[in-house]
Each structure stands twice: as structure tokens, then as C-alpha cells.
């Protein structure tokens, strides 16, 4: 069922009522099996999206922007993500985003950019 969640996470829409159907379940039965996780199955879809947005963030790329990367994770308003981020991480994704890019570029500056013969072989 997880697994189900984990292919849709991008769908904005992804609801309750659509991950039942998925498997052939009732709602009253999915929120029964989240509640074991301590978890509503909307917050753990939720935290699930927002690890994944802070994976994108953490990956220092410059190839898309903060909100590009909330919407790919099935967010759709800018704002309310960067709240839920911060409250769930305790670090705007803006913050994140560039401290991850700062790392990656003192990565590459210790290095000077240029391989010695020795690291090509």
C-alpha cells in the first residue's frame, strides 16, 4: 500500500478515497492501518513529499527552483510549503537549498576543479 502512495506522491490530488480504491479497500480501513504508525494518512503523504523535496533541495542542483521542486512533489501552493517545510525541518528550503549549494561548491573548490594524473587513474 505504501509502495501504492510512493507512485502517486507527485499527484496533487492523491486522496484518501483515490489510495483505497488503488487496493481495493475501504477508507475506514486505510486510516485504521495509519493509525498504527501514530500517523493520519494524509501527514504521512505529506511528510513523504516533503523528504523528497528535501532530498532535491539537499542535492545542490541549480536545474530547478524551489517551487518547481514543491510541485513535482505534488504541492501546489509555494507558500504553504514553505511553512510546512520550515515546521517540519526547523529550515526554510531556501535556507537549505543554499547551504547545499555552498557545500557542493567547497566540495568542488577543494579540488581546485582539475584532476591530478593521480585521480585519473
Keep these: 500500500m505504501r509502495y501504492c502512495i510512493l507512485e502517486n506522491l507527485a ?6 478515497t483515490d489510495i483505497a480504491q ?12 495509519f493509525s498504527t504508525l501514530g500517523l493520519s494518512v494524509s501527514r ?8 523528497r523535496c528535501r532530498t532535491a533541495l539537499l542535492s545542490g542542483s541549480r536545474q530547478k527552483s524551489i ?4 510541485f513535482d512533489w505534488g ?6 510549503f514553505s511553512r510546512i ?3 517540519e525541518f526547523g529550515t526554510t528550503p531556501r535556507s537549505l537549498q543554499m547551504m547545499a549549494r ?3 561548491s ?8 582539475i584532476l591530478s594524473t593521480d585521480e585519473l587513474f
Excluded at 106 to 113: I, L, P, R, V, Y
Design 11 to 16: 499527484d496533487p490530488d492523491l486522496s484518501s
Design 22 to 33: 488503488l487496493n481495493s479497500i475501504s477508507i475506514q480501513y486505510l486510516h485504521k492501518l
Design 44 to 51: 504521512w503523504i505529506r511528510k513523504q513529499r516533503l523528504n
Design 75 to 80: 504541492f501546489n501552493d509555494a507558500s504553504h
Design 102 to 104: 555552498e557545500e557542493h
Design 67 to 70: 517551487t518547481e521542486i514543491a
Design 106 to 113: 567547497e566540495s568542488f573548490s577543494t579540488k581546485g576543479g
Design 85 to 87: 517545510f520550515r515546521a
